[in-house]
């Protein structure tokens, strides 16, 4: 796989790591708050939730790596595909700023896979 693709899977994994940080550690912190734009009541409210969502995020950036540690390149595609369906839902449901932030990398990621 070309260099670009292979940056471009890492920085969409380290996305992910960063995610389930914020989502089951730093939730009901400060920069939790920030950044999903909750009040603390609402996020003591959905902590477990939250949490359960950033396992998830672990688990694409865990797929990712993977994918790419053992060159397996139909796995990172696959973990790809679904951080961009994840991204389109999330853009659905919740907000678009959620595509841009996890769906544009992943299609960049994508587009370096097929394209170089």
Not at 47 to 65: K, P, S, T
Not at 92 to 98: D, L, N, P
Request: net charge positive.
């Amino acid at each position: 796989m070309d260099v670009i693709a292979s940056v471009l899977v890492v920085l969409v994994a380290v996305l992910h790591a960063w995610f389930l940080v914020l989502e089951m550690f730093l939730w009901t912190k400060p920069a939790g708050l920030k950044t999903f734009r909750n009040t603390p009541e609402k996020a003591e409210t959905t902590r477990v939730l939250a949490a359960n969502q950033g396992l998830y995020n672990g688990f694409l950036a865990a797929g990712l790596l993977w994918g790419l540690v053992t060159a397996q390149w139909n796995v990172v595609v696959f973990f790809l595909l679904c951080v961009v369906v994840a991204a389109l839902y999330g853009a659905w449901s919740v907000s678009r700023r959620i595509f841009y932030v996890q769906g544009v990398p992943a299609i960049a990621a994508l587009a370096a896979i097929w394209l170089l």
